[in-house]
């Protein structure tokens, strides 16, 4: 009976092993379980979730059902089916909309990334915006303009019409009539003086005598 045992324990699978592992007050294999339930759910159903790009949620649905149809005592189909699942409504907008995640390539680099970053394995690079930048508007260039100033002391044409000119258009006549007048008046005050110059010498023979 013994030995019948150990040909038993020697011929199951490593699932089966694993499968066998109890938990409870168990640290060990709490331990051991606990990290295949965290790897199943973070690096596989991720890393599916990636692959299938925006069609990860219907993958995610398939490992689910799968894992029930099975009868999987682990788990790990069931958990990693869940996080495939999650994964691809969180990514799903973003796979459709992102040219730049358009290959399976790109996306599971993409989801190296989160998974470091999530960690706080890797701090995230700052990204340049791509769709919404923001505009900066620059000031419109300063056209230096040439501009002509105007003499401050403007010539004015001079008019034909008396209106325009005012005191400075007038007639020859008027200015020969002018000089004609101040004629008459130098030759007035001339007789004038000749005369009381008369009048003295007439005056000046008269007291002699």
């Not at 900066?136 to 002391?153: D, G, L, M, R, Y």
């Amino acid at each position: 009976m013994v030995m019948k045992d150990k040909k038993k324990t020697k011929n199951k699978s490593l699932l089966e092993k694993y499968n066998e592992r109890q938990t409870k007050g168990n640290i060990e294999n709490t331990l051991i379980k606990g990290a295949v339930d965290a790897v199943a759910s973070s690096v596989i159903g991720t890393g599916i979730g990636a692959i299938a790009g925006d069609k990860a949620p219907f993958a995610g649905l398939g490992l689910i059902f799968a894992g029930h149809y099975f009868g999987d005592e682990s788990g790990v189909l069931r958990i990693a089916g869940a996080s495939t699942l999650a994964f691809g409504i969180a990514k799903t907008k973003e796979y459709q909309s992102n040219p730049n995640l358009d290959t399976v390539q790109k996306r599971l680099f993409s989801a190296k990334d989160d998974f470091l970053t999530a960690f706080h394995l890797k701090w995230k690079k700052d990204q340049e915006p791509t769709e919404q930048k923001d505009v900066v508007e620059q000031p419109a260039p300063i056209v230096a303009t040439t501009t002509k100033k105007q003499s401050e002391n403007p010539i004015i044409e001079s008019s034909d019409t008396p209106e325009v000119n005012g005191e400075l258009d007038f007639d020859i006549k008027d200015l020969t009539s002018f000089e004609l007048k101040n004629e008459e008046l130098a030759d007035a005050f001339e007789e004038e003086q000749i005369n009381e110059n008369q009048q003295e010498d007439v005056d000046s023979e008269i007291d002699d005598e």
